[in-house]
Structure formats: C-alpha cells, structure tokens
C-alpha cells in the first residue's frame, strides 16, 4: 500500500531560498518518497512569481524515480497562498511520455499551462482546477489520446481569470474530442453554467457516463429544469453533482427526488446591486 | 461581605453567563452600567473597603470604522480613568485597566511579545507612525508607501488592520504581484456610498481592480493601522483556521478554532468555529501552543484572563501570535457549553472574596 505525501514551501524556507528549482531535489532526497505514490506539491514558494516549470522538468529528468507515482497533484494550494488564476504552471508535455504508470493527474492553475501533446495509456483522472481555462487547453484536450480515461474534470471560470471561449467552445471540445471509457464528466466553475448543463446534456457522453457532473458554478433554475428533463432519458446516468448552486428550494426538492444520487448541497443567492442579477462562480469571486 | 463588581452591559450574553458562573461559587455580582459610568463608579461607599471589578467592553452599535476609531478613543480615556480610582486603592481590578488598554494597541503588544521572544505575525514597516501624526493630522501614508514598501521588503501579501480595533472590523487583506502588477484585496468593509467612509459590513468582499483596490485601502490608511505578513493558516478540512485560545490564572481554560473559506476568520463574519481539541493536532503542536500562551499572558501582570490569538502556519503548525485581547472571554461554544471559562472566573472571585475576609478577621482580631 503506497502512502500519500504533500510536498510545500513555507515563508521561512521560501525565504531561506527554496523554489521550484529546489523541490525535485528534496522530493527524492526524502527517505519515505520511495513508497510515495499519491504525491501532492503545494506551494513552491513564490507560487505567483515562479512558474513550476523547473519542478515538470525535475520529475521528467528523474523520471525513474517518479515511476512509482500513480497520484500526482502540482499546485494544490489555497486563497491563504496564492490566488488561483495566479498560480503560474507549466509545460506538462515532457510528462505524459515520462510517467507511464500514473493514473491520477491534477492541475491547479491555468496560467502559461500547457499541456502539449497530451498521450497517455494508463491515465484514469485528470482534473484542472483553474479560474479560468484558455481555448488553447481545450484545444489540447480536443486532440488528447486518454484511451484509459475515466473521469475528467474541467474548471471552466470566467474571462478575468483566463476563460477565452463560449459555450460553443466546450461544445466543440465535447464534440471533438475521444474519450471512451470516460464515466465521470465534470464541466464546473462557471458562470454559464445553465448553457454548459445544456451543452453536456448534448453530448456523446451521456449515454456512456454515469457520474454528471455540474458543480460550483451559477446553475440557476433554468438549468435545473433541463437536467429534470433530459436526465430521465439516460438511464446509465447514477450520480448528479451540482454542489454550489443558485437554484430555488424547490428545484433542488424536484432533482432530489430523481432515482439518482444528487448532490445538491452549498445553496446560494443572487446579489441584485444597480438592477443588475449579480452570481458568482465557486473560484471566481 | 467583600464587594464583587462588574462594569457591564445589562442583558448581555458576557453579564448573564458571567453571573451564572459566579453563581456556582455561590457568588453574586453587582453590575455596573456602562451607561452611568463614571457616577456609579464614583458613588460607591468609600469606607466600605476595596472592592472587586471586572471591566467588560461597552456596547457599539456603530459599524462606521472613522467614529468605531471615536469610541476607541472615549474607551481608552475610561480606561485611564478606572486606573486612577483603582490607584486610591479602593478597587481590585480582575484585568487591571492599563493592561486592557495596552493591548487594545496590536502596535504595542506585538512589539511587547517580540522583545520577549515569543513569535508574532511580523509587521511590515512602512509609515512612522507616531513621526508622521507630530507633523499634524492628514499625515498619513499613501498606497503607493505600503506597495513600495512590499516589494522592498519581498513581502506580496499583508493583512491591513486598524491598530486600534476588534474582530474583523476594517481588516484588509491584501496580495500584490509586483512582476504582472495584479492585486486583490479581500474585505468586510465596504465604502458607504452616500458618506464616502469605510463602514463594517459582515459580508467578505474580493476586488480585483486595481483602482479599487487602492481606493479601499486608501481609505483604512487614513486611520492608525497596521500592515501585519499574511502567512497562510492552517487548513482543516478544507478550511483555513486560526485559534482564539483563553488563558486565566496561568491556565489554558479554552481554546477554540475558527474555521473560513476566505482570509479573514473572525466568528462575526459567521465563520465556522470547532473545537480546537477536534483538529486532530499533535500534542507537540499543543505543547508549543499552550507555551507560548502561557508566556505571552505572563508578558502582562495585571492580566488574570487573556483570548490570545494564534495562527498556525500552514504545512509545518509554528505557531504566531496573532493579536491578544484583555476582554476576549466571550466564547458562544463554551458559553453554550460548560460555561467554563465564566466558572473560572466566579472561582477567582470567591478565592477573592474569602482571601479580603481571612484579611479582615486578622486585622479586627489584632486591633
């Protein structure tokens, strides 16, 4: 049984001179690494100023020494360290070929994220937790080869934070792309979330998933009494994850009662400021 | 019988669990109104020997921060005040007035606790504060001074608070990135729109425009205030936590976390609180916890209880005094609870209570 670890850079060592280029290096120079397979790296430091390029090398340069990696999440931090849109990233092209046996990827950040040519035989998760994901990425994802790939989870956020498309490109990008042993498909984080319940409803997944997912973004009653309507025409669906919402009580009565499970929890409510309907995304405000 | 008094507010949830606490002693307070201080303080039967007295804070029901700065100000003066009746040695105080109004100063205790080197949330120099009011009022910093000074001293993000001030009221939290010239501040106060001052709301607000960042911040660099790191707390369950931790006699009576999914944790902006015992933390973590409380509530003599602030830093728990309170005892989940921390104190009345009649059987049996 492999253990989880979280690597991360505090004040002090930021201070004393620690960053990305010195995190490889204490990494494998831990003696519990070598039973490490589920390995978080949080801060590196400046996680706004320095980009986590030099640690996507380290691992790929000691690949070796990674093997054993099957959980990896690069940049799990929080508001206390950084703000998300922020958090620099980096190249992860290199990567897919380094690491053949990981099966969980997590990203967090979408700034300079790239993710190249994106082939992976194994690869079961991949989550990118972002304010915000560039049509780039999307582009990426459209052309990826995950023939492993069960769930995959897309922050969508807001054009502040780094989102340059519209519905039509996450349409697109569900359209495109191939995924097919994908049973978990997260579209979250958005504040065009009915438009995005619509678009997922559309898709060739959901005659193939079993895991919907919605969650954290600005799914109001509108896109409520789409899933009431459609869910019931695909059977295989058996969870529906819309935490952090802004529908009424009774929508959330109505999805409640469909033969799934639904997580509705996190309510919230709409700010009127000016005349003007004010809702904010989980990571955007 | 031995006087026990407590200058107070009628009705409050401080006075009422108070005196159920002083009542298992077998205890019974007199209560002092605020309202008619200083004449029901003054009109006390000064041949009737010391008496005992408990100073809570007075009620505010402002939320503008400029006049919350005005009341600080009165406070502070009754404060003085209570010091010189008590120096007539009619009073014993349980805080003694001096210390409460010493640590009223975040200034002045931070500085106190790092010349005893207990750790503490660093400060950021950037205004002389005490220099720049000599030169008149409307001497205060501009924006620009605190960015200046956060990128020479490589600190990206500080938390702005009035020097003078509680809870959360006014706190600002600030992060800068210099290289892209990105900020965004996180804050309570909101600028009231017909007034133009900062007013305490308890809904926590994110600007990401630079313009308004600095006009808000503008606005809280008008007051006396301080700059203070903002190192990332530790997280529990997904939520970031700092601890209020009680200490009276030399004893850790209570320690409490308050748990926020935004920078400011303060149990006014309805954040979380959980017992601290239920974070799962080391015994060593407590150890050094309970060390450092023990020795920042013995920086201050005239102080019997102390809510201490601590915040513990992410990923490897050093602790950090936050700030301390000479009035931070009001604690709903122990109120609601065992009421221990206001038992504590009936207790200490008693002790009290008994030690002036064992005095005054001596004294009458040797006159």
């Known amino acids: ?285 | 019988m031995s006087r026990l008094m407590l200058l107070g507010n009628p009705g409050t949830k401080r006075t009422r669990y108070l005196e159920k606490g002083a009542a298992l002693w077998g205890v019974q307070l007199c209560l002092l109104d605020w309202k008619e201080f200083p004449k029901n303080l003054l009109s006390q039967d000064s041949g009737a020997g010391p008496f005992f007295l408990k100073i809570d804070p007075p009620l505010w029901d402002s939320c503008c921060l400029e006049q919350l700065s005005g009341l600080t100000w009165e406070y502070k003066e009754n404060l003085m005040e209570l010091a010189r009746q008590g120096s007539r040695g009619k009073i014993c105080f349980f805080n003694d007035p001096k210390t409460i109004k010493a640590l009223l100063d975040k200034r002045g205790c931070k500085r106190r606790l790092r010349e005893m080197g207990i750790p503490v949330t660093e400060e950021l120099e950037f205004f002389d504060w005490e220099g720049g009011k000599k030169e008149g009022p409307g001497q205060y910093p501009r924006f620009s001074d605190l960015l200046d000074a956060m990128k020479d001293q490589g600190i990206f993000q500080v938390f702005l608070k009035p020097n003078y001030g509680s809870g959360a009221a006014g706190v600002m939290a600030l992060r800068c990135d210099p290289a892209k010239g990105q900020m965004v501040l996180y804050t309570c106060a909101a600028k009231d729109s017909e007034t133009g001052r900062l007013v305490n709301t308890k809904r926590l607000r994110r600007f990401g425009d630079r313009q308004q960042v600095s006009d808000m911040a503008q606005l809280l660099l008008r007051q006396d205030c301080i700059a203070e790191r903002w190192y990332p707390k530790a997280e529990h369950n997904g939520h970031s936590y700092d601890l209020r931790v009680v200490v009276q006699d030399g004893e850790v009576d209570f320690a409490l976390a308050r748990l926020s999914k935004g920078p400011i944790t303060n149990l006014q902006l309805n954040n979380r609180p959980l017992k601290a015992e239920e974070l799962g933390l080391s015994d060593s973590v407590w150890d050094r916890v309970r060390q450092i409380c023990l020795k920042a509530a013995g920086c201050y003599p005239g102080l019997r209880s102390a809510g201490i602030d601590i915040l513990l830093e992410k990923g490897s728990l050093r602790p950090r005094v936050i700030e301390m309170n000479g009035q931070g005892d009001l604690i709903y989940q122990d109120i609601y609870g065992e009421n221990r921390i206001y038992q504590k104190q009936g207790k200490m009345m008693r002790e009290w209570q008994m030690r002036r009649q064992w005095e005054d059987r001596i004294w009458k049996n040797t006159c």
Request: net charge negative; hydrophobic share 35%; aromatic share 8%.
């Open chain 1, 1 to 285: 049984m492999g253990k989880a670890k979280r690597y991360q850079y505090d004040y002090e060592q930021y201070e004393d001179g620690k960053g990305p280029k010195t995190m490889v290096e204490d990494i494998l120079s831990d003696p519990e690494f070598g039973q490490v397979t589920d390995l978080t790296i949080g801060s590196w430091g400046d996680a706004c100023g320095d980009s986590c390029q030099d640690i996507l090398d380290g691992i790929t340069d000691n690949k070796d020494r990674f093997a054993h990696v099957e959980k990896l999440f690069v940049g799990d931090m929080d508001y206390e360290e950084c703000e998300v849109s922020w958090i620099m990233q980096g190249n992860y092209g290199r990567l897919w070929k380094a690491l053949p046996g990981l099966k969980e990827l997590t990203i967090k950040g979408s700034t300079d994220l790239i993710l190249g040519d994106v082939e992976h035989e194994n690869l079961e998760s991949l989550t990118i937790i972002c304010g915000g994901l560039g049509t780039s990425v999307f582009e990426e994802l459209k052309r990826a080869k995950l023939p492993s790939l069960k769930k995959l989870v897309l922050y969508i956020g807001i054009e502040n934070y780094g989102f340059d498309g519209t519905k039509d490109t996450v349409k697109a990008f569900l359209e495109e792309s191939d995924f097919p042993n994908l049973v978990h498909l997260g579209i979250e984080d958005s504040e065009i979330q009915d438009d995005l319940a619509q678009v997922a409803l559309e898709s060739k997944y959901m005659s193939r998933i079993h895991t919907l997912d919605l969650a954290n973004g600005t799914l109001t009653d509108k896109g409520g009494a789409l899933l009431l309507e459609k869910l019931p025409q695909f059977p295989n669906i058996q969870v529906l994850d819309v935490h952090y919402h802004y529908m009424s009580d009774g929508m959330v009565k109505k999805l409640n009662q469909l033969p799934i499970q639904v997580d509705a929890s996190e309510p919230n409510e709409a700010e009127e400021y000016h005349g003007e309907i004010w809702m904010n995304a989980m990571l955007t405000e």
